[in-house]
Structure formats: C-alpha cells, structure tokens
C-alpha cells in the first residue's frame, strides 16, 4: 500500500513528513500527534521562550501551511494506541483505525519522574512541552505565584537543567542546583570543560550542590515549600523543577514487539526489526556506521538527521546516519555547540584552543597518537562562531594533527 503513517509529530515525525515531499513520494501522509500543536522546536522552552523573548511563531520548525500545501494529513490531539503489525494497523485513542503501507515512529521522549514524596505538589515542574514551558514562565516571568520570594531549585544538573537555572538566574530567581555528579556535565564535558559551565553559574550567584540528590519535597499551604536533600540539607523554593532525564517512548512499538534496547532498535537506515517500520528522534537507537555500535541520542540535529534518513531510506533511496552527532546549549551569556562522537571522546585527551576560563575558546577531544599528533573526534566552540565546518571537516578526515598547532590560535583550523 501507498500510504505512510508517521505516529509523533515531532520534529523527527514532521522532518521525515516533509523530506517524503521533497524526495518526490506522491502517495498519502499521515502525521499523527498527541498533542494538539503543530510541530514545534523544543530548544527553546528552556531557553529564550522560557524568558519570554521568543514568541509561539518562533517555535514551528515548518510553516502551519505547509502541512496542507503538502497534502500532510496532519492529526493533532491522536495517540496511536495500539499497532497491528500483521494487519498493518494502527488504532487511535478516538477509536479510528488507520493502515500503513509504511510507519515511522517518532514518539519521542517522556521526563523522568522522581519517586519521592511531594513530587506531585503544585509548584513542582517538569519541561518537555509547550505547556510545561509557558507554565514556568508564568511562575518566572510574570509572579504568577503569590507570597513568593521566587526561590528556584533545579533537581538535576544535566543540560536542560543548567539552561532553566540560567534563565531563572536571569530573570532574577534565586536559584539552587542540585546535581549527581561533582561537576555538571562532567559525564559529556570532562572535568576541566564541565567547570567552565559551572564557574559561569556560579558567578551569576547560582547554588550548586555536587552529588546530591533530592529526597523529599515539602509541603506548604498545599504547594510546594522546599526540597530535603539525601544529605539532609533542606533547601526553600517556591519553584522546584525536576529534570533528571527522560525515557523513550517506546510503549507502543514494545507492545507490538520490535526489538527494545535503550529505545527502538533500528538499523543506520532508520529500519526497525520490522521492515516496514521505521523509527526516528529521541525514540531510536540506531547503529552509527562510524562507531560501529549503537547510539541514542537526544537532541535537535538527531531528530532532524534521522527524520530525513527514515523518509529517504523508507522510498527505497540511498540514506545511512552517518552524520556527525550535533547538539548546542545557551546559558547566560555562554554559548556553544559540539560536534563529535562522545563515546570516543570519553577516553581522549582535551587540546584547548584558547583559554578555557575566558569564554571565548575551542576545545578539541583527540585521542593522542604519538606524543605531538593525534586524531580529533570532537569539538566544542564557545562563543566563536562559524567554526563548525571546519571542526567536522577535521573530525572526519581522520588524518591525525599536530596538537600544537591545533591549539595555535594563529594556524588557521582549515589549514591542519
Ligand atoms: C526543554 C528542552 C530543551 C532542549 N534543548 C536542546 C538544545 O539546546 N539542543 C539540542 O540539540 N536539543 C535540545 N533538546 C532536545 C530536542 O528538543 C529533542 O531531541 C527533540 O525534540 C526530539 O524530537 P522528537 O521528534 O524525536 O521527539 P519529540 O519532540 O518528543 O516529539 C515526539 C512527539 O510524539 C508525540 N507522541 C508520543 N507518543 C505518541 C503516540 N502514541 N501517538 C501520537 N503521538 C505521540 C509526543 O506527544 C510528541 O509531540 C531540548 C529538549 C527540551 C525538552
């Protein structure tokens, strides 16, 4: 049959919808969402959104429009409840029943939650929609709370995190982190590079707590009034925003048994243990080329890059994920992007190009060859732009470099 479901209307599910067009598929689209928005970028919820400096409009990844001019039957406020893979059926919560020729899922991701007391309270937040976001922009922007003193506290200090924390910083919350590790985003950063990030929260007066975690949430006039560490520490907030992650959605295909393993299992072409079913975004685990196993990833460029191998590789066409993994972060006036493959970033050596503590610097992870040269497999620029090219042109030639002057600001990058 001619026609393909796309179940998430996401960015992976509504980037996959519109690379069909564009790749010439003629036959039916639909795009089924949960929630009742068109597709939207979620970047900005904890960031520029979540100040109040960018507006609804900002968000659409593709003009409303652009769903009918492309003849995308697009379904908000549809849950695809059950998958029928031997029929070829999906069944909706309103009861419809659609077939697919094809199906993509781009469910996404749902925040973890904490099994602690209180942790349902009025004033205890979580952020992954738009609502969730216009909610704690209320509380920020606009003291939607009364007898308040606007006390913040971040359960979790991973980057979405540490964004909220800026933000609320910002708009001149007092604001505590509570954190698992030592040092934030050590586990992606390393050390050296997780404490610029937290030096630069630290200086705008953020709290942080290192290897700390929330143990109970307090209660006053029935909302919350504070958060009671595993230390025994009791921390006031008017605010406490839980951020510790997120799971895949992978309820729907798990039922319908596709093979599950930190997401859905998919091929680098997007496929899924079932051929006529395909998986993008947040909720895939696809095999990366390049690494040689399988990688997870939760971010912006994933979402678009393997929204657009699926719609490819679902019409037949050539299309394998072996993009370079993306992401970027804005915190105060900090930011940056990284490219790279943090698997092998983890055991590599950090060349500073620039001075770390100055905010303005490249930073490369290069696994040494000999004691002068070795092979670059990830970059971070912070606050130095139009730098990208080059670092993913020296991430992919795999030619080893000479780690002086690659940390000599007067060699140009794109000569090395
Ligand atoms: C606050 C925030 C800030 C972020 N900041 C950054 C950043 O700075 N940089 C970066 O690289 N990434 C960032 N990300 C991550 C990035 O937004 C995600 O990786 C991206 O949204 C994933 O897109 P997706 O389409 O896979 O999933 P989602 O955006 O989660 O979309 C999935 C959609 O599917 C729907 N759905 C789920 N199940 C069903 C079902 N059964 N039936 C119908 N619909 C269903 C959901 O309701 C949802 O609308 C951020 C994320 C958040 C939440």
């Keep these: 049959m001619d026609n393909i479901v796309i179940i998430?209307?996401?960015l992976a599910?509504?980037?996959?919808?519109?690379?069909?067009?564009?790749?010439?598929?003629?036959?039916?689209?639909?795009?089924?969402g949960a929630e009742e928005h068109h597709p939207y970028i979620r970047p900005p919820l904890s960031k520029g959104f979540l100040a109040g400096n960018e507006d609804e409009g900002s968000l659409l990844p593709y003009p409303v429009d652009s769903y009918a001019e492309k003849r995308i039957d697009f379904l908000p406020r549809e849950t695809a409840e059950q998958l029928d893979r031997e029929a070829g059926e999906v069944r909706l919560a309103s009861g419809k029943t659609m077939k697919y020729g094809q199906l993509l899922l781009a469910t996404g991701a749902t925040p973890r939650s904490l099994p602690i007391s209180g942790a349902d309270l009025p004033g205890v937040h979580?952020?992954?929609?738009?609502?969730?976001?216009?909610?704690l922009r209320e509380a920020l922007v606009n003291n939607a709370y009364e007898q308040h003193d606007r006390r913040v506290v971040l359960v979790g200090s991973g980057w979405i995190g540490l964004e909220v924390a800026?933000?609320?910083?910002?708009?001149?919350?007092?604001?505590?982190?509570l954190g698992k590790d030592k040092i934030p985003l050590e586990g992606v950063l390393?050390?050296?590079?997780?404490?610029?990030?937290?030096?630069?929260?630290?200086?705008?007066?953020?709290?942080f707590h290192p290897e700390t975690s929330a143990a109970g949430i307090t209660a006053a006039n029935g909302r919350a009034s504070g958060v009671v560490?595993?230390?025994?520490?009791?921390?006031?907030?008017?605010?406490?925003?839980?951020?510790?992650?997120?799971t895949?959605?992978?309820?729907?295909?798990?039922?319908?048994?596709?093979?599950?393993?930190?997401g859905i299992l998919t091929d680098q072409s997007m496929r899924t243990s079932d051929p006529r079913i395909f998986a993008a975004g947040d909720v895939a685990n696809p095999f990366h080329p390049v690494l040689g196993e399988h990688q997870r990833s939760e971010h912006w460029a994933n979402a678009i890059n393997t929204g657009k191998v699926a719609a490819k590789a679902m019409l037949g066409k050539p299309a394998v994920l072996n993009h370079i993994p993306y992401f970027y972060t804005d915190q105060f006036d900090l930011g940056?992007?990284?490219?790279?493959?943090?698997?092998?970033?983890?055991?590599?050596?950090v060349v500073a190009r620039g001075d770390t503590s100055s905010g303005e610097f490249i930073a490369f992870w290069v696994i040494p060859v000999s004691s002068d040269k070795g092979r670059v497999v990830a970059g971070m620029n912070v606050n130095i732009w139009d730098v990208q090219g080059p670092i993913k042109a020296l991430i992919r030639q795999e030619n080893e470099v000479n780690l002086q002057q690659l940390a000599d600001l007067s060699v140009p990058l794109d000569s090395l």
């Design 8 to 10: 998430g209307a996401g």
């Design 13 to 32: 599910g509504a980037t996959a919808a519109h690379t069909l067009r564009k790749e010439g598929f003629d036959g039916g689209i639909t795009l089924v």
């Design 126 to 135: 979580c952020l992954r929609t738009l609502e969730d976001s216009k909610e």
């Design 166 to 177: 800026a933000t609320a910083r910002t708009l001149g919350a007092e604001v505590a982190v």
């Design 190 to 207: 390393g050390a050296e590079l997780g404490t610029v990030f937290l030096d630069r929260h630290r200086k705008a007066g953020v709290t």
């Design 229 to 246: 560490t595993d230390s025994g520490l009791e921390l006031p907030a008017d605010l406490v925003v839980i951020a510790v992650g997120v």
């Design 248 to 262: 895949p959605n992978t309820e729907l295909a798990e039922a319908a048994g596709l093979t599950i393993q930190n």
């Design 336 to 349: 940056m992007e990284y490219s790279g493959y943090g698997p092998l970033a983890r055991d590599a050596k």
